[in-house]
């Protein structure tokens, strides 16, 4: 029997409540936890509501098996002939939830919103309507989703809330259901000191939801031994004690956390020849740190001298929708702020006035199935102490391009021309061997530096400590700390 017919087959079958939590433990890979049972009886009971607009939080800290209990619930779903779709914040997020749940997830603006345009070159994103029924929605790395207004290039995204816009979507569709998935200890979305999307009364008061939580804080057998478990535990009570002080770390004992006393070089040639160019990350506090260790890395490892190389790993800044051809936008989206390309070949290089670009063919990290593509990158952004090109410059980018279509002499035309101009649409990059912290959630790493910076008794707090937590837990075996008292 084909899948289609044993879905069919299970479908008609009605199982109860009672077999459906069954399934759940059955396909988990251990004896659960309390708090794994809690869950796995509260996701039950969400399934088995009549009530409209059900959701789940599930909230778990490092270790606490939050992504084998999702697996176990994507598995039970599909076993049950329900439909199940995985949703992240970014490509690299996404990546992530797909490796463990062993399903393809996308990002949520690729999933919830779609492109239009007008006559005068003015384009805009639109929600979408769900047009399935009876469906699952994950969301994970929820604590990224933000709620403040925002734009996206050339016009606005819905309402420019991206939690209204997700809520609105999946609601839209008959029976559907939506489980936020999150780490309440890690940074909340830039600009905010909490995160919006895991909080159950905003949810459930703003949004009518009829909404349940359930935390996992029970570390699991199988991380013991873990330096980096251990000390994100810490962190996490530190966190959750709202406290000032500055965490005791601790990694004498441990083979997977390192304190770095000498210089990084040697550790970063080894964290490379063991699990390649792609397994290793610094993490820093400020994008001036981040450019010193880009610099270093480029020059002293890779003996990069060229201004950019074939090789090189650059980080996008700033959501792009230009590039993609129709079939590769249809499975990544767009190259999203966050995005990693990856260099093949140096074409050209050009000034225009104070800007600078490189015509060059890129491949997207974390969409291994996309062809290459040639594209523009804006160098004005390469060594930036700013997260990404001022909106003044933008704007006098634009006039400038504007000029090329003076002869157009009408307003709307000339907008529409810069607007599809690929010198405007040049992809603002930086280089990708050391981050912030920031433009690090929602990715893993086999290997992970983290540099402290310089710290002040003023900075202790729960911010700094969530700063370390969410920096730590980005690491998958190997954790060096630098600058750590």
Same mark, same amino acid.
């Given at each position: 029997?084909?899948?289609?017919?044993?879905?069919?087959?299970?479908?008609?079958?009605?199982?109860?409540?009672? /077999?459906?939590?069954?399934?759940?433990?059955?396909?988990f890979?251990?004896?659960?936890?309390?708090?794994?049972?809690?869950?796995?009886?509260?996701?039950? $009971?969400?399934?088995?509501?009549?009530?409209?607009?059900? @959701?789940?939080?599930?909230?778990?800290?490092?270790?606490?098996?939050?992504?084998?209990?999702?697996?176990?619930?994507?598995?039970?779903?599909?076993?049950?002939?329900?439909?199940?779709?995985?949703?992240?914040?970014?490509?690299?997020? @996404?990546?992530?939830?797909?490796? #463990?749940?062993?399903?393809?997830?996308?990002?949520?603006?690729?999933?919830?919103?779609?492109?239009?345009?007008?006559?005068?070159? =003015?384009?805009?994103?639109?929600?979408?309507?769900? !047009?399935?029924?009876?469906?699952?929605?994950?969301?994970? /790395?929820?604590?990224?989703?933000?709620? /403040?207004?925002?734009?996206?290039?050339?016009?606005?995204?819905?309402?420019?809330?991206?939690l209204?816009?997700?809520?609105?979507?999946?609601y839209?569709?008959?029976? *559907?259901?939506?489980?936020?998935?999150?780490?309440?200890?890690?940074?909340?979305?830039?600009?905010?000191d909490?995160?919006p999307?895991?909080?159950?009364? #905003?949810?459930?008061?703003?949004?009518?939801? =009829?909404?349940?939580?359930? !935390?996992?804080?029970e570390?699991?057998?199988?991380?013991?031994?873990?330096?980096?478990?251990?000390?994100?535990? $810490?962190?996490?009570? #530190?966190?959750a004690?709202?406290?000032?002080?500055?965490?005791?770390?601790?990694?004498?004992?441990?083979k997977?956390?390192?304190?770095? /006393?000498?210089?990084?070089?040697?550790?970063?040639?080894?964290?490379?020849?063991?699990?390649?160019?792609?397994?290793?990350?610094?993490?820093?506090?400020?994008?001036?740190?981040?450019?010193? %260790?880009?610099?270093?890395?480029?020059?002293?490892?890779?003996? #990069?001298?060229d !201004?950019?190389?074939?090789?090189?790993r650059?980080m996008?800044?700033?959501?792009n %929708?230009?590039?993609?051809?129709d079939?590769? @936008?249809?499975?990544?989206?767009?190259? @999203?702020?966050?995005?990693?390309?990856?260099? !093949?070949?140096?074409?050209s290089?050009?000034?225009?006035?104070?800007?600078?670009?490189?015509?060059?063919?890129?491949?997207?990290?974390?969409?291994?199935?996309?062809?290459e593509?040639?594209?523009l990158?804006?160098?004005?952004?390469?060594?930036?102490?700013?997260?990404?090109?001022?909106?003044?410059?933008?704007?006098e980018?634009?006039?400038?391009?504007?000029?090329? %279509?003076?002869?157009?002499?009408?307003?709307?035309?000339?907008?529409?021309?810069?607007?599809?101009?690929?010198? %405007?649409?040049?992809?603002?990059?930086?280089?990708?061997?050391a981050?912030?912290?920031?433009k690090?959630?929602?990715?893993?790493?086999? *290997?992970?530096?983290?540099?402290?910076?310089?710290v002040?008794?003023?900075?202790?707090?729960?911010?700094?400590?969530?700063?370390?937590?969410?920096?730590?837990?980005?690491?998958?075996k190997?954790?060096f700390?630098?600058?750590?008292?």
């Amino acid at each position: 029997m084909n899948y289609d017919l044993c879905v069919m087959a299970k479908a008609k079958k009605q199982i109860t409540a009672e /077999e459906f939590e069954e399934s759940l433990i059955r396909n988990f890979a251990f004896e659960p936890t309390h708090g794994q049972k809690r869950l796995f009886y509260a996701f039950t $009971r969400m399934m088995f509501s009549e009530k409209p607009r059900c @959701a789940l939080i599930i909230k778990g800290y490092a270790g606490t098996g939050k992504t084998t209990t999702v697996s176990a619930m994507v598995k039970t779903l599909e076993s049950s002939g329900k439909r199940v779709v995985l949703l992240a914040p970014t490509g690299r997020a @996404a990546k992530v939830l797909s490796n #463990y749940s062993g399903m393809p997830a996308s990002t949520i603006h690729k999933q919830i919103y779609y492109r239009k345009s007008d006559r005068s070159g =003015h384009s805009w994103f639109e929600l979408k309507e769900n !047009e399935l029924e009876n469906t699952v929605f994950f969301v994970d /790395e929820a604590s990224m989703i933000g709620t /403040e207004r925002f734009s996206l290039v050339q016009g606005d995204i819905g309402s420019g809330d991206l939690l209204e816009d997700l809520i609105s979507h999946v609601y839209s569709g008959e029976g *559907c259901r939506l489980v936020l998935i999150g780490d309440g200890a890690q940074l909340p979305p830039v600009g905010s000191d909490q995160s919006p999307a895991l909080k159950l009364d #905003y949810l459930r008061n703003e949004f009518s939801l =009829h909404i349940a939580e359930i !935390e996992l804080n029970e570390v699991i057998r199988q991380k013991e031994g873990s330096g980096i478990l251990e000390n994100a535990t $810490r962190l996490r009570d #530190y966190i959750a004690a709202q406290s000032k002080e500055y965490p005791q770390l601790i990694y004498e004992g441990f083979k997977d956390v390192t304190k770095v /006393e000498s210089d990084l070089q040697p550790i970063m040639e080894e964290a490379i020849s063991r699990y390649g160019r792609d397994g290793a990350i610094i993490i820093t506090r400020s994008n001036k740190r981040a450019n010193m %260790y880009n610099q270093n890395m480029r020059q002293r490892i890779l003996f #990069y001298e060229d !201004e950019i190389s074939t090789g090189d790993r650059m980080m996008i800044l700033k959501n792009n %929708y230009f590039w993609l051809d129709d079939e590769s @936008a249809s499975k990544a989206g767009f190259i @999203a702020n966050g995005d990693i390309v990856i260099i !093949e070949r140096v074409r050209s290089f050009e000034e225009r006035g104070e800007f600078r670009f490189c015509k060059v063919v890129v491949r997207l990290l974390d969409y291994p199935d996309l062809p290459e593509m040639e594209v523009l990158l804006l160098l004005n952004t390469l060594w930036e102490e700013s997260a990404g090109l001022a909106y003044e410059k933008i704007r006098e980018l634009g006039n400038l391009i504007a000029k090329d %279509y003076e002869h157009l002499e009408n307003i709307g035309k000339i907008k529409k021309a810069v607007q599809e101009d690929p010198y %405007y649409n040049a992809l603002h990059v930086k280089f990708a061997y050391a981050i912030t912290c920031h433009k690090s959630q929602g990715g893993q790493w086999p *290997c992970v530096l983290v540099d402290q910076g310089y710290v002040t008794e003023e900075m202790y707090g729960v911010e700094l400590n969530r700063w370390i937590y969410t920096a730590f837990t980005r690491a998958q075996k190997e954790l060096f700390l630098v600058g750590f008292s």
